[in-house]
Structures are given as structure tokens and as C-alpha cells.
């Protein structure tokens, strides 16, 4: 008997420990990690294997899906049971079960199998909670203030309701949103720990609600709410010459609070007709580009009270509709990185200054004792002139000023509410006491991506300029890809925002921040398929349709399906994708794009009295039919995995015309081009527009150019992000470090020369003399030219997805540039990828991390007579490399899943 016990635990023991050699882990929906008030009816399931054993690949899943918890674990009255599904799919699973409620949390767990014969333990518990789901669930009516304002720079309006709570609170959720942007509490306490909600969006057609879990913060008795609202975006200044009100002139509030008491009665707190609104709250003036006025003396009129003292008024009921309000999809802005301040000085102008040693966006955070009625005044500026003063010509129209009134009662903690600024230094007036870290910080805001990238070298120029790539996305990804965040425009410009989106793919998860995006492009794409040039859409309708800005309306779905893997996002764009090519199809003649505003190969290099013909000129047409072609293939590259046919033949058709018609219109017989550029040459050999015949000297010709510009680039936003990939592709690599690593102007390393610490808009915003660039155009942190980053990644270090989404990985390293290391990492969908080489010695040693339900091609460069170990063995002698050969000097093998140490 005891014989026959010690078996069974050893048989039990030995279940236990295969099972524990696969787990589950890191599960998501719709890219976030238990989401709280979602809107989608299929939402999008994904998780991540662990597993120590190398080559480990999925072969089945199991979901299941409850509303209770304690259903779920004990598998019983689910709402979705997927059974064993003999699947590799980790990722973007949509939910098959029965029809979602709103306002109901669903609890999903999910376990697998691999191809080592072992299944995992359930995964932990995750959820995702619906909002309201159809405007039928609103029962809150829109208020307004009773006094109109007709859009003119004024105080923030609160409006406040207090309300008596019959018992214990089970469970509370407010959901709110606003005709500009809103500040909410409850019981005095800020609710959630976003910034600029609802968010910018297409507002008329798309405005987003939030949804807050606020059990904690109400109590039985008397309770009170309060809403403060700042213009933003919605009636704010917005584009250039101080527009206003380009949403609405009143501000708003839409607020639902439901409760759910212990003892299981319900009741629904909204905004109706018993709320009131008052102008005497601290925030005496707020804009995004100006910024705010903040009188602490008033904060009293904040405290929880009953909201009947003397200037609060009754508000007015709105009949807005309800159709346009949706659940957000990206995530929210939030606080992120503090910074003490480098130094304090005065400037020889005698100002007083702070330095935060890092040009930022966000906001400075004070921590003052002063007299009641004390103002001090916040000016924020990017750069100091070249004798060292205080330098804000460049804002244009943006004042960029926040001043705070003191209460003279206590130490008042000052921040703007509804406005934020780009800066490294900061201008104090008003204030004389002593500025330290004690008193003085800087705060970076921006929305909530994790990092998903990691890139280093052993050149400190080079980690300075990923770092300044790192900074300008952060800086401009705040709830809208923006060009700048610190002047008066900050608009979403779609050129910028597509020449960038690889880079920004490999830096941050991006993919919820863009897929919310994207849907304002799909709502804002004028009804002929033309495309503006900034999303959200506040632009005349005369600016749409640039090529390289339109273009994005294929571009970065295509890119997207590539970085993530998403079939779902590819085919709600698809109809965005098409009716663009086809807006161009339908203003073009004989399959030639000639025509319509274009912005060309914006900020190109140029100078100026030009008289040997150096500026570097591109024609306009010529840039628009690469984008033609390019757009059509992308198109294309879509209908296939969406399973079109009929259009996949339509459109390979339509794009040999296209092709055709730019070898008749813009390259000789000799296959000269007619603008002899770089970025003719790019976007000819990157986007296949030459024949085979052709393309090699075509890529002689753009090598022979960079070396006539002594090793520099001359390429603008849209012939810098290929240049690199061009010439490394046709095997000019060495060519592509010198631009790299060139110091001098123009060059991607001359501004991190100058003390750069974000990307600036113009290769010298700053000219060698010290002297400015034009201050009608010369932002600082603008991160269109950080799009070199993803030649980085690809290039340097080599990681490459082979599928979409990563699913095969390719690992090709290209060293060079005298780099003596160089490693780089990579959070996918299925989980980290490395790649990271020494070269020392005249050995070189590469570790490579491949994550579990993937797969890798790598390639070792220039390795056809080496002998090439693994962790000290042979590489035929390892289990987990298969398919090894020789391909060009290179060797080429396929590796599983796990770790691996190459030294040859």
C-alpha cells in the first residue's frame, strides 16, 4: 500500500511540474488589462505563453467566459465555452459567446496546449466590464450653464449637486463626459487619475465617455459632486490666429451616477435640471495653447457644501443627442515622469530661470507659501538663445502661461487643470523665496503606452538620440499624435504621424493609442474618399488630399497589421483604404496623380542665394505618384489577407498603370529621374517603382549623391524615413551609417551635438552660428526625422517581423559604423524579443530571445566559413535550430522559442 501511495505522488508530482513548465499570463482585451467600461460587441481576446522548454508553440486553447467569478472557476452558467480548439492563436480572439449586456462585468480565463504535451493551469481571472452599450442607457440629460458666454475666454464653470445615500454602497459607477474637457469629484477627492478626458476626438460624430469605478469614494449620508469644465479643444484655441469655438460655444456636462446599495436597491444620480452652476471657482481662465489662471483663494468654493450659497444659479437642460458617444479605445493621458530641476539662475537678462535638463510636455507642479492675492507667473520656453536668455519667439501665438494666485492661508500645491506645455525651462516671476526640488518639479504627461522598446550602443551620441526620439513621442502622443506641443497648432497631422508610426511601434505600445485614432480618420474622410491633413479634422476643406499626408490612410493600417497582427483593424479600415485610392484614381489623368495641393518633401534640405543648385528639390507630382503606387499596393497587400479577390485583381491592374505611367512621366530611357534628389531616388527604389533593370543604378546614383553632400542627408518628412532602408537594402549599408552617425548639419546627430533632448522640426533649428531658424516654423519637439529609429531596430540590431505581428521573427544584425556593441528589445504581442551583439576581439557574440508561439529566422552575418557555437556547442548539434545554410556569405537558420548565446 505504501508502495503504491509514494507512485501515485510521484505520478501526481510529475503533473504538476510539466504543467508548471507552460503557463498563461499577461491576458488583455482590446489591448488593455482588465478594461472598465468598453463599448465593442465581439472585444478582442489575447494572452501570452511562458514556458522554459525551447521551440514551445501552442497547439490548442481553451476560453471560457462567466459573469459570475465564482461560475467561471467552477465552469458552470458561462456565456462562452470555447471547448479545445486546435489552434496556434494567442491573440486577438474574438468573443463567440452569448449577446453582451451593458454595464456587466465578464470574467474570462483561458488555458493551452503545446506541442511538449503539456497544458497549462487555467490562467488567473481577468475581466472586462461594458459601458452603455446603446444610447437607450442614458438617462442623464445634458446641462449647460443658464448664462450663455458665446464662446469667450472666461472661468471654468463648476456645476455641483449634492445627494443623501440611503445605506452602504455595493458597487458605483459614474459615467460622464463633457462638451470640453472635465475635471470631476466626489466628496472632494479628483476621480481617476486621467488628464484632458473625455478626450480629443471628431466631436459631432465620436465623443468619448468615461467610465469610473467609484465605490470607494462615496458614503452613506450626504455626498456631493462636482464638475469643473476648461474649453480644450472642443471651444479653446485650436490651429493658427487664435480660432475659438470650432466645436460649440457652451461647455457642458453629462453625468451618470449609478448605485448599487448592499442591500441591493439601485439608484441613478444625473445631471438634470437639480444641478447648479457656478463661475467662481479657482480656474479663472483655461487654454491649451495660452494657459491657465488659478486663483487658490477660491478653493473654498470647492469644498463639499450644498451649493446654495451666493453665485450658484440653476443650470439649463440641452438636447444633444446621445448617438455620438462612445467608449474610449485608446488609453488615457496620465501623469508620467517627474524631474527636479537641474539648476536655478538668473539669465543675463536677469530673469529667473529653471532648467529641467529635459524639454518635456506636461506641466510644472509648485509648492508655495506666499501672501493671500501673491501672483506668480509660469512662462515655458524649449531653448535658450546663444547669450543664454529666456527664448519663446518660436511659440508664434502661444503664450504658454500659467499664473496662480496664492491663498496666503497654507502652502498651496499649484498645477494647471486643463492645459499643458512643452519645455525644459521654465520662467519664474512673482516669486521671491528660495526654488529647489523641495518646491519646484516638473511633471511629464502623456497618455498611458507602456514601453514596448528598448535600443542602446556602445555610441553615446546614438543612445542620446534614441533618447530624443523616446521623448519627442512621448511629448506628442498626448491622447492625439501631434506634429509639436508647445506653439499654437499641436494638431494631428497625418503626414507626420505616418512617416513615424514604425518607430513609434517599436518605442511604445501604440496599438489602442492609434487604433482610437484612426477611427476619427475613418469619420472625418471627406465623403469623396479624400483624406485631411490633421485628424481630428479642423482644417479647410482646401488643405486635404496632400500626398504623404493623405497616404495615411493606408499606410498605417498596414503598417498596424504588420506591428500587431490585427485582422480586425485591417478590415474596419479597409473601405478607408479603398476609397482613398479610389479619391486619387478620380482626380488623376492617364493614371497620373498631377494635381491638388501637396506639401512635397516638407523642410528639405535647402539654403539660401542657391546658385549651384543644391537645395534638394523633389517635384510634387512626382512625390505623389510614389504615394499613388504606394497607397495601391498597400490596398492590395489588404485585399489579400481579407480575402477581396475581385478587388486584389482590380487594384494589381490599376497599380501596373500607375507604375507605367511614372516610368513615361518621370524617368528617362537611361533611367535618370527627373528630380535628382534623395528622396526621388528613395521613394522610386522603395516603393518597386523601377524595374529590376534599373534599380541598381538607381541605388548608385542616390550613394554618389549622399557622398557629393559630404555624407549628409538632404531628404524632408517624407524621403527620411526610407533613405537608410534604401541604400542598406541594395547594399549600401556603409553608406547608411555614415548618415547615421554624420555629426555635422544636416544630420540626425547635429541637433544631439547641440544639446538636443527631444527631435526638432528642422535639421538646424538651432544653425551652427547659434542663431535661430525662422520662428514661424521651428519647433523643438516635433518627431517626424526620429523615424530613423526604426532603421535602428531593423538594421543595427535586426529585429524584423517575418508575420504579421511577429508570429515569425527575423533576426538579421547588419554591424557597422566602428559600433563595438549594440542590443535592442522588443515586447510583441507574444512576448519579448531580444537581440543583442558584441564584437570584440574580432569575435562577435549575439544572444537572441525568441518568446514561446513564435518562431525565428536569424542570420549571421558574414559567417559562410566560421565556425559558429551555441552556448558553447556546434549549432547542427542544437535540438532547437533547424534548416542551417549558407546564403551569401551569411548564415541563415530557424530557431524555436527560448534563449541562445551565437559566438563566432
Known amino acids: 500500500m505504501r508502495k503504491t501511495s509514494l507512485f501515485l505522488l510521484f505520478i501526481l508530482l510529475s503533473i504538476f511540474v510539466r504543467a508548471q513548465k507552460l503557463q498563461v499570463s499577461e491576458l488583455t482585451c482590446n489591448y488593455k488589462s482588465n478594461p472598465v467600461g468598453i463599448d465593442a460587441l465581439q472585444p478582442q481576446l489575447s494572452w501570452k505563453l511562458e514556458a522554459a522548454e525551447r521551440n514551445t508553440m501552442q497547439t490548442a486553447y481553451e476560453l471560457r467566459v462567466a459573469v459570475s467569478k465564482t461560475d467561471l472557476q467552477n465552469g458552470r452558467q458561462l456565456e462562452w465555452q470555447s471547448g479545445k480548439v ?37 490562467s488567473d481571472v481577468n475581466y472586462w466590464e ?77 465623443l468619448q465617455y468615461q467610465t469610473y469605478d467609484v465605490t470607494a469614494m462615496l458614503r452613506p449620508g450626504k455626498n456631493a459632486a462636482l464638475v469643473t469644465i476648461g474649453d480644450g479643444w472642443y471651444r479653446g484655441n485650436l490651429e493658427f490666429n487664435h480660432k475659438r469655438n470650432l466645436y460649440g460655444k457652451e461647455v457642458g456636462l453629462l453625468f451618470q451616477l449609478e448605485i448599487e446599495y448592499a442591500n441591493g436597491r439601485k439608484e ?120 543664454g536668455n529666456f527664448y519663446t519667439e518660436n ?71 534614441q533618447s530624443n526620439i523616446q521623448w519627442g513621442q512621448k511629448g506628442n502622443f498626448v491622447d492625439v499624435p501631434t506634429d509639436c506641443p508647445q506653439r499654437d497648432e499641436r494638431l494631428g497631422w497625418t503626414g507626420d504621424a505616418q512617416v513615424f508610426f514604425k518607430t513609434a511601434a517599436y518605442n511604445m505600445d501604440v496599438a489602442a493609442f492609434f487604433s482610437k485614432w484612426l477611427s476619427d480618420l475613418n469619420v472625418d474622410q471627406h465623403a469623396n474618399g479624400n483624406v485631411p491633413v490633421v485628424i481630428p479634422d479642423v482644417r479647410a476643406i482646401k488643405n486635404a488630399g496632400s500626398a504623404g499626408w493623405g497616404d495615411v490612410a493606408t499606410i498605417i ?85 481579407l480575402g477581396n479577390n475581385a478587388d486584389v485583381q482590380t487594384y494589381t491592374e490599376l497599380l501596373k498603370a500607375i507604375k507605367q505611367a511614372f516610368l513615361n512621366e518621370y524617368v528617362t530611357p537611361s533611367g535618370r529621374l527627373v528630380s535628382s534628389s534623395q528622396t526621388a531616388y528613395v521613394l522610386a527604389l ?46 549600401y549599408n556603409d553608406v547608411a551609417y555614415k548618415l547615421l552617425l554624420q555629426e555635422t548639419y544636416p544630420s540626425w546627430l547635429y541637433p544631439v551635438k547641440k544639446g538636443a533632448t527631444t527631435i526638432w522640426e528642422r535639421w538646424d533649428g538651432i544653425k551652427p552660428d547659434g542663431s535661430f531658424q525662422a520662428v514661424s516654423m521651428n519647433s523643438f519637439n516635433h518627431y517626424a526625422y526620429g523615424a530613423i529609429g526604426d532603421w535602428m531596430y531593423r538594421t543595427v540590431t535586426g529585429i524584423t517581423e517575418l508575420e504579421p505581428g511577429y508570429k515569425k521573427i527575423s533576426i538579421a544584425p547588419k554591424p557597422g559604423g566602428n559600433l563595438k556593441n549594440a542590443s535592442a528589445e522588443l515586447q510583441t504581442i507574444y512576448g519579448k524579443v531580444k537581440s543583442s551583439w558584441t564584437i570584440e576581439g574580432g569575435r562577435t557574440k549575439l544572444t537572441v530571445i525568441i518568446p514561446a508561439n513564435t518562431t525565428a529566422k536569424i542570420v549571421l552575418p558574414n559567417t559562410a566559413n566560421l565556425k559558429i557555437t551555441e ?24 530557431a524555436g522559442s527560448g534563449t541562445y548565446q551565437f559566438e563566432y
Open 268 to 387: 441613478t444620480i444625473s445631471s438634470d435640471e437639480n444641478w447648479k452652476a457656478s463661475f467662481n471657482g479657482p480656474v479663472k481662465a483655461s487654454d491649451i495653447y495660452n494657459g491657465e489662471t488659478y486663483d487658490a483663494r477660491l478653493e473654498k468654493n470647492t469644498a463639499v457644501q450644498e451649493f446654495t450659497t451666493a453665485g450658484w444659479q440653476k443650470v439649463k437642460t440641452v438636447d444633444f443627442k446621445l448617438d455620438n458617444l462612445v467608449a474610449p479605445i485608446g488609453p488615457a493621458v496620465s501623469k508620467h515622469e517627474r524631474f527636479a530641476p537641474a539648476k536655478v539662475f538668473k539669465t543675463p537678462k536677469g530673469e529667473l530661470v529653471a532648467d529641467f535638463g529635459q524639454n518635456l510636455v506636461g506641466w510644472v507642479q509648485l509648492k508655495l507659501k506666499g501672501k493671500a492675492g501673491d501672483t506668480v507667473t509660469l512662462n515655458h520656453a524649449e531653448v535658450l538663445d546663444k547669450d
Open 86 to 122: 486546435n489552434s496556434g492563436q494567442s491573440a486577438h480572439l474574438p468573443y463567440k459567446g452569448a449577446a453582451l449586456k451593458s454595464k456587466t462585468r465578464y470574467y474570462w480565463q483561458v488555458r493551452v496546449w503545446d506541442n511538449h504535451k503539456n497544458t497549462s493551469e487555467w
Open 686 to 731: 522603395n516603393f518597386d517603382l523601377l524595374p529590376e533593370n534599373l534599380r541598381a543604378q538607381a541605388a548608385q546614383r542616390l550613394a554618389d549623391n549622399v557622398a557629393a553632400y559630404g555624407n549628409h542627408l538632404t531628404t524632408g518628412f517624407l524621403g527620411t524615413p526610407y533613405l537608410c532602408h534604401v541604400l542598406s537594402r541594395f547594399g
Open 871 to 894: 552556448s558553447g556547442t556546434a549549432i547542427d548539434k542544437i535540438k532547437a535550430i533547424t534548416d542551417v545554410k549558407n546564403v551569401a556569405g551569411n548564415t541563415e537558420l530557424t
Open 557 to 641: 493600417p498596414w503598417d498596424f497589421y504588420q506591428a500587431y497582427g490585427d485582422k480586425a483593424l485591417l478590415a474596419r479600415q479597409y473601405n478607408s483604404m479603398k476609397a482613398w485610392v479610389e479619391y486619387i484614381r478620380s482626380i488623376s489623368k492617364n493614371n497620373l496623380w498631377n494635381s491638388g495641393p501637396h506639401y512635397g518633401d516638407w523642410l528639405f534640405y535647402t539654403m539660401a542665394d542657391d546658385r549651384d543648385g543644391k537645395a534638394a528639390i523633389t517635384d510634387k507630382f512626382f512625390i505623389a505618384q510614389a504615394f499613388y503606387a504606394h497607397s495601391t499596393q498597400n490596398l492590395i497587400n489588404a485585399a489579400k489577407v
Open 130 to 206: 461594458t459601458g452603455l452599450l446603446t444610447p437607450n442607457d442614458w438617462t442623464a440629460k445634458w446641462i449647460q450653464t443658464s448664462t450663455d458666454t458665446e464662446g469667450k475666454v472666461g472661468p471654468a464653470p463648476m456645476f455641483g449637486r449634492s445627494f443623501d445615500l440611503l445605506g452602504p454602497v455595493k458597487n458605483a459607477r459614474l459615467y460622464i463626459t463633457a462638451h470640453g474637457l472635465y475635471e470631476a469629484k466626489l466628496n472632494g477627492q479628483k476621480v481617476g487619475d486621467h488628464y484632458f478626458t473625455p478626450g480629443w476626438t471628431s466631436y459631432h460624430k465620436r
Open 395 to 465: 511659440l508664434r501665438n502661444a503664450r504658454q502661461e500659467n499664473k496662480y494666485i496664492l491663498s496666503g492661508a497654507k502652502t498651496d500645491v499649484l498645477e494647471p487643470h486643463f492645459t499643458f506645455q512643452g519645455f525644459r525651462y521654465i520662467k519664474i516671476s512673482g516669486y521671491n523665496g528660495k526654488l529647489d526640488s523641495t518646491n519646484l518639479n516638473a511633471i511629464a504627461i502623456y497618455s498611458d503606452m507602456a514601453p514596448s522598446g528598448k535600443f542602446a550602443t556602445s555610441n553615446p551620441l546614438l543612445n542620446q538620440l
